[in-house]
């Protein structure tokens, strides 16, 4: 949901995912003299929690070291994230731009941070709205927490192995592992049956939940990878044996390198008796621990019977384990790949792979030329054709990589050469050490690392969401997401897929804001670490000066005040 407001020279934009919201800001030329950057009050209208939102910065001249609110730490950005929002509330925002002197903002907003003391600072714009509801059949997202999440855990949990507390993990899922069950559950009799291609069929939970809708009468047949080499293969088959599954299963176990897709089709029976399929939950996260508690994830779901049944027909076809040749060219008619960014239609669009050529990749790549917004997330080495996209100079636009390693932008030394261009911001995810959550993170995800040969290997994975999403702030986004990595292996020898969403701004809203949510992280961290390296101060600015590269043409912080604002499309 978006919302935008204009007062006295300042105006504000808001996108509202689920878990997070994205505030952007703008002065008029005669407001910024003297500004010394943005206080924002938070209340949600339906339990009247008032608050401050914190900063991570203070003036030097603050004595107080405890972490303060921007009421007396005013944001010296032109745009900001709230993630503590729950799904589908009502919040009212009000955002403050501040003058004065340091000492006078800092005696006033100790005054502002007192029960009561709100009305202290006085003004602004203030604008309603509610966050997207992923209980909502239109946007049923699900992104779990991600590694990035260290220090938010310490604060609840404290410095405690998650597997001792479960509260934690259900914090760490955040929904992801609970829409799984919930989405199963919808099989509640035998008018229904839920028809899946699991790569990873591991965790305990899903299974037993899709054991208790065959007995409730749904008929349910899963497909898991099962190719010789690497353990999971092994790892499907004791989970079946050991959790007493009964419901069909069929090992692919020829024809693609690894069966990678992750999704369930929901079938229910019409008025003569035939299943039909209603929905579709697909997405990238693996069936395991490190799947819904360590790695940065998301699922998703479809109520749309186009969409489901072109899932429907790619189960048939898996369920034949046929050679690779034999997939590639039933894929190519279930779901052909469309020749640009342009010829996509409007909507939900599924794509299958393994496709017989790089159609999918050449797609990719122009939905990233095109873009004057976009953001790219990356677990393994993204395609040469899109890095080559990505390595041209951007001539106004703004991109967001947010890679899991280095080397998902190919050799030591690329980042650094994107991030040279001012419309490229690349993020690499480097999680906290030394923390009990990153040992807990680090075990489950060396435990997942099953893939069935060395050059799929992948421990330590962290940003494992696979999603490239154009131009989030237009009216016309474009969103890829799903199971497939954007690489030659994904395209033409793995079983995969993905969707790609055209059109569909409240589904771009809540990726766009939880895409944020871990890039803001992974690269205030590595600009952090520069200052500290360098021995710069780490602080804010006394003065108006902070504001000077907003407004000047050509740098990277005019373009990303620009593109928040959606000025920029």
Same mark, same amino acid.
């Given at each position: 949901m978006r919302a935008r407001a204009s007062k006295d020279g300042l105006t504000v934009r808001i996108i509202a995912g689920t878990h997070a919201v994205l505030l952007a800001f703008d002065l008029a030329d005669a407001r910024r003299t003297g500004c010394l950057g943005f206080s924002i009050e938070r209340t949600d209208v339906e339990t009247g929690d008032r608050r401050w939102l914190p900063n991570s910065l203070r003036f030097l001249s603050d004595p107080?070291?405890?972490?303060?609110?921007?009421?007396?730490?005013?944001?010296?950005?032109?745009?900001?994230?709230?993630?503590? *929002? !729950?799904?589908? +509330?009502?919040?009212?925002?009000? #955002?403050?731009?501040?003058? &004065?002197?340091? @000492?006078?903002?800092?005696?006033?907003?100790v005054l502002a941070e007192r029960p009561g003391g709100f009305d202290v600072i006085a003004g602004g714009v203030a604008l309603e709205?509610? *966050? !997207?509801?992923? +209980?909502?059949?239109?946007?049923? #997202?699900?992104?779990?927490? &991600?590694?990035? @999440?260290?220090?938010?855990?310490?604060?609840?949990?404290?410095?405690?192995?998650?597997?001792?507390?479960?509260?934690a993990l259900t914090w760490l899922s955040r929904g992801l592992e609970e829409a799984i069950v919930a989405f199963i559950a919808k099989a509640d009799g035998p008018d229904y049956a839920l028809h899946g291609c699991i790569y990873e069929f591991e965790k305990p939970t899903p299974i037993k939940a899709l054991i208790q809708a065959q007995g409730r009468g749904a008929e349910v047949h899963i497909v898991y990878h099962a190719r010789a080499g690497g353990n999971t293969k092994a790892e499907n088959q004791h989970a079946i044996a050991s959790l007493g599954v009964t419901f069909a299963t069929t090992a692919r176990t020829k024809g693609s390198a690894i069966m990678h897709n992750k999704y369930l089709?929901?079938?229910?029976?019409?008025?003569t008796g035939a299943l039909?399929?209603?929905a579709v939950w697909t997405g990238g996260t693996n069936w395991t621990e490190g799947g819904i508690y360590g790695q940065l994830n998301v699922g998703h779901a479809i109520y749309d019977t186009a969409v489901a049944e072109r899932?429907?027909?790619?189960?048939?076809?898996?369920?034949?384990?046929?050679?690779?040749?034999?997939?590639?060219?039933?894929?190519?008619?279930?779901?052909?790949?469309?020749?640009?960014?342009?010829?996509?239609?409007h909507g939900a669009t599924p794509l299958f792979s393994p496709q017989n050529g790089l159609s999918m990749i050449d797609l990719y790549a122009?939905?990233?030329?095109?873009?004057?917004?976009?953001?790219?997330?990356?677990?393994?080495?993204?395609?040469?054709?899109?890095?080559?996209?990505?390595?041209?100079?951007?001539?106004?636009?703004?991109?967001?990589?947010?890679?899991d390693k280095e080397g998902s932008y190919g050799e030591k030394g690329n980042i650094?050469?994107?991030?040279?261009?001012?419309?490229?911001?690349?993020?690499?995810?480097?999680?906290?050490?030394?923390?009990?959550?990153?040992?807990?993170?680090?075990?489950?995800?060396?435990?997942?690392?099953?893939?069935?040969?060395?050059?799929?290997?992948?421990?330590?994975?962290?940003?494992?969401?696979?999603?490239?999403l154009a131009d989030?702030?237009?009216?016309?986004?474009?969103?890829?997401?799903?199971?497939?990595?954007?690489?030659?292996?994904?395209?033409?020898?793995?079983?995969?897929?993905?969707?790609?969403?055209?059109?569909?701004?409240?589904?771009?809203?809540?990726?766009?804001?939880?895409?944020?949510?871990?890039?803001?992280?992974?690269?205030?961290?590595?600009?952090?670490?520069?200052?500290?390296?360098?021995?710069?101060?780490?602080?804010l600015k006394d003065d108006d000066s902070w504001s000077v590269k907003y407004f000047t043409p050509g740098t990277r912080e005019q373009r990303d005040r620009l593109s928040f604002l959606g000025m920029n499309t």
């Open positions: 107080r070291a405890e972490q303060v609110t921007t009421a007396r730490a005013p944001l010296q950005k032109f745009r900001w994230g709230d993630y503590t *929002t !729950e799904p589908g +509330r009502l919040y009212r925002y009000r #955002v403050i731009a501040r003058y &004065g002197t340091p @000492a006078d903002i800092i005696a006033q907003g709205l509610r *966050t !997207e509801d992923c +209980r909502n059949e239109a946007t049923s #997202v699900f992104f779990n927490r &991600g590694a990035a @999440a260290s220090q938010a855990y310490v604060n609840r949990f404290g410095d405690n192995d998650p597997d001792d507390i479960p509260d089709v929901l079938l229910k029976k019409d008025a039909k399929p209603i899932y429907e027909a790619g189960f048939q076809v898996l369920t034949q384990d046929l050679s690779i040749d034999e997939t590639q060219a039933k894929n190519d008619v279930i779901t052909p790949v469309p020749a640009s960014r342009d010829t996509l239609a122009d939905i990233c030329r095109t873009a004057k917004v976009l953001m790219v997330s990356a677990p393994f080495a993204l395609h040469e054709r899109i890095r080559n996209v990505l390595g041209t100079p951007t001539d106004g636009a703004m991109r967001f990589l947010l890679a650094d050469k994107l991030n040279a261009d001012p419309g490229n911001m690349a993020a690499v995810a480097k999680p906290f050490e030394g923390l009990k959550l990153a040992d807990f993170q680090k075990r489950k995800l060396d435990r997942d690392r099953l893939m069935v040969d060395e050059s799929f290997h992948h421990a330590g994975i962290h940003i494992h969401s696979k999603i490239i989030p702030f237009g009216p016309d986004p474009v969103l890829v997401t799903g199971s497939a990595n954007f690489s030659t292996n994904s395209t033409v020898a793995n079983d995969s897929n993905v969707l790609v969403f055209r059109g569909d701004t409240a589904v771009a809203d809540v990726y766009v804001a939880d895409f944020m949510r871990m890039f803001e992280h992974y690269w205030f961290r590595s600009r952090k670490d520069e200052k500290l390296q360098a021995n710069q101060v780490f602080a």
